[in-house]
């Protein structure tokens, strides 16, 4: 096995064995030939740098972006696949999640020795204090400004933050900040947080900013209070919203109460000049057939008067001129006891009422009289409309 491997490597390197002797023993030594030395070497070397070069072939996952780098200065930035570069140390490659969702916390609990105050304290417009915890959402939007423009973008991105908390909460009023306007805090910061990282090229996109639960709150010594601030603007905005319910109910019924009036109104103002236009024009024809026959029309005229006028009349009293008697002819009454069969009238009534009685029922000389006096009033009454 050691003659076996002598006599390839002096093979490789051009080596003679001499007299089929071994290495160790007499007569002649190792006579390399430069020749084949020289094809060996450049094997050795060829393979070697394919080897070397191989060592530039990279996978950049789903999602992540590779920058290379020659000799330590940005030279591309390449994105998912199979890619290769110059091995090194000629190129380098750096993988970087740029889909990745990030997220950093923004106002700690830590208390500042100097000021006594906790870091997420902040300054109103009005001079006061509030403290505002939120968490800021972020991913990369360009791998080499987030690798090679700032030292340490991922504290870059908190300052900017804080820088833009403070100053959106610094143009606002406590009581705004608390109840009126919170929720345009975190479009604000956003937006602000995003100009900033634009313009230090940090390489940043800010997804979002996420309030944290009680994230803008008073101080500790004064919670208690504007506790009792919030729970007053609550019951106030129930009041207006019970408010706005109820005129929200009463105002469409008093539009469609007013509606109805002035309809019914509208309606009775045509009723009473329909019917007095009827009552002109009746008139207006009375008079042209009183014109005509003046006595009859009068005569007409107060019998449809009287007719209207005893229509209802349900009692009558009759005079007898003989006696002081009167009588009382209760017709309706009558009339109840024939519809019901021939019932008896009752028998009780006013001090004055006498019991019913018909035109059957009176003396022979009462009903001559009183037919004789009904003839005589008769006949007095129509002298006088002849008279007149």
Known sequence: MWRDLNRKLGGLFGGKNGGGRGPTGGGGGFQPDMKNAGVGVGLIAAIALL???ATGFFIVQEGQQAVITQFGKYKSTVNAGFNWRLPYPIQRHELVFVTQIRSADVGRDSVIKSTGLRESAMLTEDENIVEIKFAVQYRLSDARAWLFESRNPAEAVVQAAETAVREVVGKMRMDTALAEERDQIAPRVRTLMQTILDRYNVGVEVVGINLQQGGVRPPEQVQAAFDDVLKAGQERERAKNEAQAYANDVVPRAVGSASRLTEEAAAYKARIVAQAQGDAQRFSAVLAEYQ???????????LESMQQIYTNVTKVLVESR????????PLDKIMQNVSQGG????TTGAALET???TSSSLPPAASSQFSGDARARDSSRTRERESR
Not at 292 to 302: E, I, L, N, S, W
Not at 343 to 346: Q, S
């Open 51 to 53: 080897i070397w070069l």
């Open 292 to 302: 005509k026959a003046p006595q009859v029309t009068r005569d007409r005229m107060y």
């Open 322 to 329: 003989q006696g002081s008697n009167l009588l009382y002819l």
């Open 343 to 346: 019932a008896t009238a009752p």
């Open 355 to 357: 019991p019913p009685a």
